[in-house]
């Protein structure tokens, strides 16, 4: 009845989403959290956004990006969604006409949740996380679990009795471990990343995850221009927070197609001799190299673009860009 399928991302930016106004405390502008661990996240909302809008220029239905309901009144209803059934973006994410209703999407997008955080220390750039975060990802953890303050780790290179520091602690080494995703879950060409990283992964316990991430964020200070001088405008400085390039987050997205084997379902896919004109003009797959017959296809085509694109705020500061490093179907048991 359902498809659960497992996306893994890598920022290649700094990756800024956030709560909204100025916040009293260490930076102006803050990160979004989850409310439980104070860990940082790219809520589903904005991943669902940006996804519906790229996904849309890639299958060449721009109209169908935003909520475009329109006014239903001559040329400006041009402004809304095609509402076509056999159009990908309205049937993947759904669409709003106003008192006419309009349709629920088929796919539901989770949040994104940090897996690995990149972290100076002596021994160079290493991926913090902890085995409860690898495990619930499905990937398999062959360790000595960390007890109090000390860390396990994937170094070949870093003695064992000898102390490593993640960023301003340093801890103490309780053994080595083994970190193996998922099989097929890492795309082909995107291998050798994932084998560079495997090789510098620190485990720690939970509750040092958090302080460890927490006081590892990017911040960058910035100052507002006057208009007038083209210099910096005095009391206007601020800063805020990302999360740092090359963390790698994890997410789930459930493909609930409710409308199978109704007369608006996309089905039978791809083109058919009644809906020829219609799937193929929509069906940008053939031009572009980006077929689809599901809507976890066209959720696909739409993150695959977040690498170019981006995620979030600061998008012309060089902050947002963000690589599908691959996925794969959850079993559900």
Known sequence: MYTQQRYILMTLDPVHVGTGGYRLGRVDLSIVREPGTGLPKIPGTSLSGATRQYAAYRYKNPQCAGQGQGSGEGESEKKGHCRDPHCPICYTFGYMTGPEGGHAGTVSIADARLLLFPVRSMAGPVWVTTAERLEEAEFTVDETTPSGDSVVT??????????????????????????????????????????????????????????????????????????ATGAADSGKLFTYEAIPRAAWLWLDVVEDDYRQGREDSLTPWPVSKTYDKQTERHNAGLSLGETWSAPLDVMRAGLRLTEQLGVGGMGTRGFGRVKLVGDWEVDRG
Not at 188 to 209: C, D, G, N, R, Y
């Open 154 to 227: 994937t170094l070949t290179d870093w003695p064992a009795d000898k102390p490593l520091n993640l960023g301003w602690l340093l801890l103490d080494i309780a053994g080595s471990a083994e970190v193996i995703p998922p099989s097929g879950a890492i795309d082909a060409e995107k291998q050798s990343i994932w084998e560079t990283i495997a090789e510098h992964i620190v485990l720690v316990a939970p509750k040092l995850f958090g302080q460890i991430v927490n006081s590892n964020l990017e911040v960058r200070t910035s100052v507002s221009i006057d208009p």
